[in-house]
């Protein structure tokens, strides 16, 4: 097992570096640069423009630049200077990585546990009203737009008359020190992210429990474990724990698709995670800012699925063996 943990880990070294060179290259491909932004204001000058252009090093051709970022990675820690906000990139993704974070692995805790009971109770009573009606709302879940459903539940619950809806926390807890209170405003208003980006993945999570569950139920061993005498509940229970196995494999993949999703539902309901940053750093050629979280996407990819495989070696022992 540490002989496959360690192997991975350094085939994680090449793989950064080529999508290092993707991310820097898409990068580039993006029509005009932080400084095009300025070209038509006629309060700066093209003299100005050139000397901020040979400050922030864009003179330079594009090879040079992306050797310069990569030694200032590998060498010094330093993934760039954000253009926009003036500040080196790692403290800005580094102030809403908690956030992000939190918010993620809620959602991801959230799908899991309603689309696994889900899947268990549909692959039980298969071609039922039931399961028709689970398969019928984790579809239309899986068919609204992320930002239409907070636009929709953000309008159910102040018709209710809730006010927890929009950032973490109530506007008299904002910089306010951690307390109890604060604690449960920050509950109050984490349910809606969590919901939000966590709904559109229920349906597949669900059917793929469904289908698992029901060829587990079909398997020979099953015959035979109840052929031996043992109750339905054992039985069950060792269904649920083969039929476990590729939902864990798929695992790795749900941290950045989570991540990609806070995007959109974070600029709606206006939560500070990553997502709201990098959206304004494309519309403002924020080259080094892109390129770093693009780099985290990549790595919380690769971290994934590693977690994934090891959760699934230590679930299923047959893959310990081989």
């Not at 506007?171 to 109890?180: E, K, L, N, R, T």
């Not at 060829?215 to 043992?230: C, I, K, M």
Request: hydrophobic residues 50%.
């Amino acid at each position: 097992m540490w002989t496959f943990i360690v192997r991975r880990i350094l085939i994680m070294i090449p793989m950064m570096f080529f999508v290092s060179v993707i991310c820097f290259v898409v990068t580039e491909l993006q029509p005009g640069d932080f400084l095009s932004q300025y070209l038509e204001n006629p309060r700066i000058s093209p003299e100005q423009i050139e000397s901020l252009r040979r400050e922030l090093a864009l003179d330079k051709p594009a090879y040079q630049r992306y050797f310069m970022w990569i030694k200032n990675i590998v060498t010094k820690g330093d993934f760039g200077y954000s253009f926009s906000y003036q500040r080196p990139v790692v403290e800005l993704i580094w102030e809403r990585l908690g956030w992000t974070v939190a918010i993620s692995l809620l959602t991801i805790g959230f799908q899991w546990l309603f689309a696994t009971l889900m899947g268990i109770y549909s692959a039980l009573h298969p071609y039922t009203p039931g399961d028709y009606t689970l398969t019928v709302l984790g579809f239309i879940g899986l068919s609204i737009p992320e930002f239409f459903l907070a636009l929709i539940l953000t309008y159910l619950v102040l018709r209710l008359g809730g006010t927890a809806v929009g950032g973490l926390f109530s506007p008299q807890f904002i910089g306010a020190p951690m307390s109890w209170a604060k604690f449960v405003d920050l509950l109050k208003h984490l349910w809606l992210p969590t919901v939000v980006v966590g709904v559109s993945g229920l349906a597949g999570l669900m059917r793929i429990m469904r289908g698992n569950m029901l060829d587990v139920l079909g398997s020979p061993f099953v015959t035979t474990l109840r052929a031996r005498g043992l109750d339905e509940k054992t039985v069950r229970r060792h269904v649920i724990k083969n039929a476990m196995n590729p939902l864990v494999s798929i695992a790795g993949m749900e941290l950045p698709n989570v991540f990609s999703g806070t995007i959109i539902a974070s600029i709606v309901l206006n939560l500070p995670t990553i997502g709201p940053f990098f959206y304004n750093a494309l519309l403002n050629h924020d080259q080094y800012l892109v390129m770093t979280f693009l780099l985290f996407i990549a790595l919380i990819t690769q971290i994934g699925n590693l977690l994934a495989d090891i959760a699934l070696a230590l679930l299923d022992p047959r893959i310990r063996i081989s």
